[in-house]
């Protein structure tokens, strides 16, 4: 389907068409019309799908023809970084008479995220926690809402949101829209979906237990001394944007830095970070300006980050579910994308464990001459000879 083939506002008609969106995908395709009429929607899909769009462009077409000063639509999220990135996407397609939308999350000064509440915002993106503490604080009126968004729900759930979600959700207005995205169906995820939503269309793109088939799945097994060589020449190797997997905060750190050490333009982002440390170094990856960005799963799931050609797992997720959202990050919006698994030890056990519960089969390659595995079929030749042009890196405190 086609954009100019939904019952759209001519404003945002224009606004989509300036903006290059000429293509439905196929959750925007599903959802679009059963939000437009005002049908709760329960919608799992693949990471890379189009899903904010599937949520802001109803908002916004509605908002358009029923301007008001006051609270409509709620989007809840897991984290500030996807908070922005739909403050921003909000911000592209809305039309000039339209106020921006109101951000509420943790981390920054209060004063800026007041005035927009207070100035007449139709729409507000949030986290859970912050969002509750303004109810709470009274400094927030959600009781003419119409429309509550719960996406990437799964993952507030694993961060332990689910409390105050639902504190949210009894707090406002009972005859509302709701509309729930979630890259999994999880039993929690059910139950909210039972308690919370009326009647819910049923919108399922794809397996979400599955990765993209853009990505090109691969894993090196190598020795414990290997592995920090391996990824060395993997980013040799790989000339766009490449995003490091690390499990820990600290092993984040450790890694981010030593990669600047040796040269590389990089960067990271973790949980203990700043937040203008996690949005500088958010803006600095998505516009280029670092090639390699460490993270923990922070990064795996609620955040648009633009052309990633690679996706690194230095460490195993202790999910296999989060195997799926991190490789998710590359091979987005019809991309190819590279996903790359570094395993040694009992790290190798593991990854066969990953592969039998998501039905994967991950090819084993080998690199140069660092330890990796026998050849199988490919390989990968050693970079010792090739120089790298490099960036100066990240400054870390």
Known sequence: MKFVELPLSSALQQKLAFSNFVDTTPVQEAVIPQALAGKDVMATAQTGTGKTLA???????????????????????????????????????????????????????????????????????????????????????????KTVVLDEADRMLDMGFLPSIRRIL?????????????????????????????????????????????VELQAFETSAMGKADLLRQLLYEEKGQTLVFARTKRGTERLAKSLVRDGFSATMIHGDRTQAQRVGALSGFDEGRYQVMVATDVAARGL????????????????AEDFIHRVGRTGR??????????????????????????????????????????????????LSSRTLQRLPGEVFA
């Not at 999350?105 to 995220?113: A, C, N, W, Y």
């Not at 919370?196 to 794809?206: D, E, F, K, M, Q």
């Not at 056990?349 to 595995?373: D, F, M, N, P």
Request: aromatic share 4%.
């Open 170 to 214: 009894e707090a406002i207005p009972a005859k509302r829209q709701t509309m729930l995205f979630s890259a999994t169906l999880e039993s929690s995820v059910a139950g909210l979906v039972n308690q919370y939503l009326s009647n819910p269309v049923r919108v399922a793109i794809g397996s979400v237990l599955k990765p993209n088939e853009a």
């Open 333 to 382: 919006a019809g991309a190819k994308g590279i996903a790359s698994t570094l395993v040694c030890g009992a790290e190798i056990v593991e990854l066969r464990r990953i592969e039998r519960t998501l039905k994967l089969r991950i090819v084993r390659k080998e690199i140069g001459s660092t330890g990796a595995s026998a050849p199988r079929k490919e390989r990968v030749n050693t």
């Open 304 to 319: 648009h980050i633009n052309d990633v050609a690679h996706v690194i797992n230095y460490d195993l997720p202790n999910m």
């Open 55 to 145: 949520f802001l462009i109803p908002a916004i077409d509605w908002l358009e023809k029923n301007p008001s000063r006051k609270i409509e639509f709620l989007v809840l999220v897991p984290t500030r970084e996807l908070a922005m990135q739909v403050c921003e996407a909000y911000d592209n397609i809305r039309n000039n008479r339209m106020l921006p939308a109101a951000l509420v999350i943790g981390g920054v000064p209060e004063r800026k995220q007041l005035s927009a509440l207070r100035s007449g915002a139709q729409l507000v993106v949030a986290t859970p926690g912050r969002l509750e503490d303004y109810m709470r604080r009274r400094l927030v009126n959600l009781s003419t809402l």
